[in-house]
């Protein structure tokens, strides 16, 4: 019944800015903690950010001043705002509900001049 649907990804020039949606249904986020995690072919899945119910954000070192993780608990959507994009940067992006392990299906992001 829970689903975490994942947008806002796209080609973008290095040093620009996505803004990724994360919208669920099925379970109220608030009071839960989200989180954002990506995965590049032939690479393990890896953390990028977490929020938790009371707004307390944690991000990986690589995205740690250039990635903003926020959420709208009113809209059931968490985002994450990506700054200074660089081609490392380029994977898939998943979204989780942090506790249970539930995914959404993930968004590309590809920067790339």
């Known amino acids: 019944q829970v689903q975490l649907v994942e947008s806002g990804g796209g080609l973008v020039q290095p040093g620009g800015s996505l803004r990724l949606s994360c919208a669920a249904s099925?379970?109220?986020?608030?009071?839960?903690?989200m989180a954002w995690y990506r995965q590049a072919p032939g690479r393990q899945r890896e953390f990028v950010a977490m929020?938790?119910?009371?707004?307390?954000?944690n991000y990986a070192d690589s995205v740690k001043g250039r990635f903003t993780l926020s959420r709208d608990n009113a809209k059931n959507t968490v985002y994450l705002q990506m700054d200074s994009l660089s081609p490392e940067d380029t994977a898939v992006y998943y979204c989780?509900?942090?506790?249970?392990?539930?995914w959404g299906q993930g968004t590309q992001v590809t920067v790339s001049s």
């Open positions: 929020i938790t119910s009371g707004v307390i954000t």
């Open positions: 099925g379970i109220r986020i608030s009071g839960k903690t």
């Open positions: 989780r509900l942090y506790a249970t392990g539930v």
